[in-house]
């Protein structure tokens, strides 16, 4: 019999999130334009997404031919973090985050059998990002949430966002990080750098700044996972710990143990498009702490992540149940 396959990292933004912008959104600084190229984009306090709202980001019926191709039972789904609008005014950032997730919530509603859905918080006020999360996990069902990999630029370890942090741990859900499009000048756009150089370099930042600033001591049971294979944090960790040691007094942050006694806290996904790379990662923290993400449906995603596993020969069939199931089910609460 066919193991089971969790895909934990994939986006998706309904037509009633686009019909709810239309709609209302105007009047909290976000709206639907169309641009010169013909390109639908959602402006979003003033910044349009990076990118064009794709149609299969809307698309459930490609959505669910995708997964039955692949290979994927359940998909967890979360928002775009181009909507995350950490910039708005806060009672505009927790209308945008209520709108993605009740939408996501009915999506789920009608097909709970292939889907989960990650919350988005308006992590500009933490206590109302802290609500936010209760509502949705507690009220809407929710079993994770996705959080961007800083707060325009403040990092993840800022004391303020420690309301935010206790209710995750509360409430224990997993904390997606995932970075957002970027405000970065046109050297970081060429090539497509900022998306391929970028978002590993940001989710770097984050979790560096979680483990040297103290977020898991002060909340030693958050489990906060890390996309895109987790940037560079498990190849580089010791020289990351090395910095708790040796960084000038100014620049310590306040962790109070070897970073190695976090390493728990830390999950990943199988994001990598790499081998070599995948086989590095397992090595390092282990198939518990590693679950299969696609990162659909853009471009960068994985096109065919149950192979992605499966070809890896150094794997036996725990890793892979594990890797397929067992540690996105856990993380998750799914059975």
């Not at 709609?23 to 306090?45: P, S, Y």
């Not at 702490?289 to 596993?309: E, H, M, N, Q, T």
Request: proline share 7%; with cysteine.
């Amino acid at each position: 019999m066919k193991a089971r396959c969790l895909d934990i990292h994939a986006h998706h933004v309904g037509k009633p999130v686009i019909d709810r912008i239309n709609a209302e959104g105007e009047k909290h600084g976000v709206k639907v334009v169309k641009g010169e190229d013909g390109a639908t984009r959602i402006e979003v306090g003033g910044r349009l997404t990076g990118m064009p709202l794709i149609p299969p980001l809307s698309d459930e019926a490609a959505r669910l031919k995708w997964m039955d191709e692949a290979g994927i039972d359940v998909q967890l789904l979360s928002g775009w973090m181009d909507l995350a609008g950490y910039h708005l005014p806060t009672e505009a950032g927790q209308w945008l985050s209520r709108v993605q997730n009740e939408a996501l919530a009915e999506m789920v509603a009608q097909r709970p059998d292939r889907y989960a859905a990650a919350a988005m918080v308006p992590l500009q006020d933490a206590a109302l990002a802290a609500d936010e999360l209760r509502h949705a996990v507690q009220t809407l069902g929710h079993r994770a949430v996705q959080i961007g990999a800083r707060v325009e630029e403040e990092g993840l370890d800022a004391p303020q966002f420690d309301a935010f942090w206790a209710a995750a741990q509360e409430l224990h859900v997993p904390v997606i990080i995932h970075p957002a499009d970027l405000a970065v000048p046109p050297r970081m756009r060429r090539l497509f750098l900022h998306i391929l150089v970028g978002n590993p370099s940001e989710t770097t930042f984050a979790a560096a700044a979680l483990l040297l600033g103290g977020v898991f001591d002060r909340f030693p049971k958050l489990r906060v996972l890390l996309v895109h294979g987790g940037g560079c944090v498990p190849y580089q960790f010791g020289r990351i710990d090395r910095g708790r040691v040796t960084a000038p007094p100014f620049a310590k942050g306040p962790v109070k143990n070897p970073l190695g006694q976090y390493a728990d806290n830390l999950y990943y996904d199988t994001v990598l498009h790499d081998d070599a790379a995948f086989q590095c990662l397992i090595a390092r923290v282990g198939s518990s702490k590693v679950a299969l993400g696609s990162d659909y449906p853009f471009p960068l995603r994985d096109p065919d992540p149950v192979k992605f596993i499966n070809k890896n020969n150094s794997l036996d069939d725990d890793a892979r149940r594990a890797l397929c199931w067992d540690t996105g089910a856990a993380l998750l609460g799914l059975k």
